[in-house]
């Protein structure tokens, strides 16, 4: 019944050492997104996928990266993670970009940075 | 002017009374206002959602209501129930672009 599945929903990792999070969507929706969402602020967004075509926000930096090998999977790539990269990363989905689509949330993975 | 003011920060409400939160915005091209509800450790969850062609939507105890004219709109939350406890973030879209999420309220329902 899962639509957003997010794995792992926890992920510890060492400062510097690469880290990938992964998400997979049984919608078969167009849009991607990953966003970032520190303690007690609203999800900030670091880019989106619609279909093939990445979007990446203008302020995420160059340590995230992304890819989709198809339409149901994609991966968020931290490159060399830091301290201040200690947060929950959220994968999201929708049908396309027009308004009125709904996005989808998965449940997250929790990254710690030690 | 892509910004959604949202308020309180935070909320404290009796069980069985009316929980308010407010959001504001400044972009009028944004044509699709939804709520999102978030419960620790989880994503959020599309609670309700309106366009700017009505004043007001309700499911069940849930309500936006919704000022074009001064560019604000809100959620009513009746009868608030311990279950209720949770981060809403109000949220604004425009055709082809990307959410804008409020910064969020932090809502408890006291037993």
């Known amino acids: 019944d899962a639509m957003v599945i997010q794995n792992p929903r926890y992920q510890v990792t060492q400062f510097g050492k690469p880290v990938t999070l992964s998400c997979s969507q049984t919608?078969?929706?167009?849009?991607m997104y990953w966003y970032q969402q520190k303690s007690s602020q609203a999800p900030k967004l670091l880019f989106h996928?619609?279909?093939?075509?990445?979007?990446n926000e203008a302020d995420t930096p160059d340590n995230f990266q992304s890819r989709r090998p198809n339409t149901s999977f994609c991966f968020l790539d931290i490159r060399s993670p830091g301290l201040g990269d200690a947060a929950m990363y959220l994968c999201?989905?929708?049908?396309?970009?027009?308004?009125?689509?709904?996005?989808?949330f998965g449940p997250g993975t929790r990254l710690t940075v030690l | 002017q892509q910004q959604v003011k949202q308020s309180p920060q935070s909320l404290i409400v009796q069980k069985g009374g009316i929980s308010i939160i407010n959001c504001a915005y400044e972009?009028?091209?944004?044509?699709?206002f939804p709520w999102y509800q978030q419960f620790p450790g989880k994503g959020p969850a599309l609670l309700i959602a309106?366009?700017?062609?009505?004043s007001e939507k309700k499911e069940g105890r849930f309500t936006i209501s919704f000022n074009k004219s001064a560019k604000q709109f809100s959620l009513h939350i009746m009868d608030s129930q311990p279950g209720d406890s949770a981060t809403y973030f109000c949220?604004?879209?425009?055709?082809?672009?990307?959410?804008?999420f409020g910064p969020g309220t932090r809502l408890s329902v006291l037993p």
């Open positions: 972009n009028t091209a944004f044509d699709y």
């Open positions: 309106i366009r700017p062609d009505v």
């Open positions: 919608l078969n929706h167009n849009v």
């Open positions: 999201a989905t929708s049908r396309d970009l027009t308004g009125g689509n709904e996005q989808f």
């Open positions: 996928y619609y279909d093939k075509d990445f979007n």
């Open positions: 949220a604004a879209m425009s055709q082809g672009q990307n959410f804008v």
